[in-house]
């Protein structure tokens, strides 16, 4: 695996990252349903900053941070955390392309963006779907802790609500 390089996602890098994002989705069904506008997907309102992993120039990796009431279970997690809704930033469109896993690149995602200043001291958190997966697994890794879960706000193409876990990170 080349050196690994993290940076700030510029608009400039867009299409290449909905060109993983693309690999991700027909390797691993995530996003469950590809977006109609895949741009606009990795662009949702609330965005507080957002990191690509490049390793030979090419995009491996991404991940945002979003304001804290976009997360499922956000008033949970802020309880749990013991601050207010606004006290969190959720971690959000954290993927590797297929051919970069298990080299450590969501782990080094992940924690610079707990170092970087778009997080403004704010509580990260997360929610997954909770399949006992790869996802599920670096976060429980990483040490963070499981607040609750239950059905997804949201449904599958079957018609179907996933089961979705809530996570609170460990600083
Ligand atoms: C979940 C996901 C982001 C993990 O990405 P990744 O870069 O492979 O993660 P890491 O390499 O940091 O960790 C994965 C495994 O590699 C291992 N690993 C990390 N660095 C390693 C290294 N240098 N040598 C050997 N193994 C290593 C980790 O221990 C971990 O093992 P585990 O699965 O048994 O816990 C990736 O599988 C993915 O994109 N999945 C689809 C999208 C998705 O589900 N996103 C999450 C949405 S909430």
Redesign the pocket.
């Known amino acids: 695996m080349p050196a690994l390089m993290i940076a700030p996602r510029h608009d400039a890098h867009l299409d290449r990252v909905a060109d993983a994002l693309r690999l991700?989705h027909e390797?691993?069904r995530?996003p469950m349903v590809w977006p109609d506008d895949p741009i606009a997907w990795l662009t949702p309102d609330g965005t507080l900053g957002a990191w690509v992993a490049l390793a030979d120039g090419e995009i491996v990796?991404h991940v945002m941070i979003v304001e804290g009431g976009k997360v499922e279970y956000a008033a949970e997690l802020a309880e749990a955390a013991k601050v207010p809704v606004t006290g969190l930033a959720g971690?959000s469109r954290?993927?590797?392309?297929p051919a970069?896993?298990?080299?450590?690149?969501?782990?080094?995602l992940l924690e610079r963006v707990e170092d970087l200043p778009p997080r403004r001291g704010r509580r990260l958190v997360?929610?997954?779907?909770d399949d006992g997966?790869?996802?599920v697994?670096?976060y429980e890794?990483l040490g963070w802790t499981r607040v609750t879960a239950g059905p997804a706000s949201w449904t599958d193409p079957s018609g179907a609500r996933p089961r979705s876990a809530a996570y609170l990170s460990p600083r």
């Not at 954290?94 to 392309?97: N, P």
């Not at 970069?100 to 080094?108: E, L, N």
């Not at 997360?126 to 779907?129: G, I, M, P, T």
Request: proline share 3%; glycine share 14%.
């Open positions: 991700v390797n691993d995530y990796g971690v954290l993927f590797v392309t970069a896993r298990g080299t450590g690149v969501a782990t080094t997360l929610d997954v779907v997966g790869p996802a697994r670096l890794r």
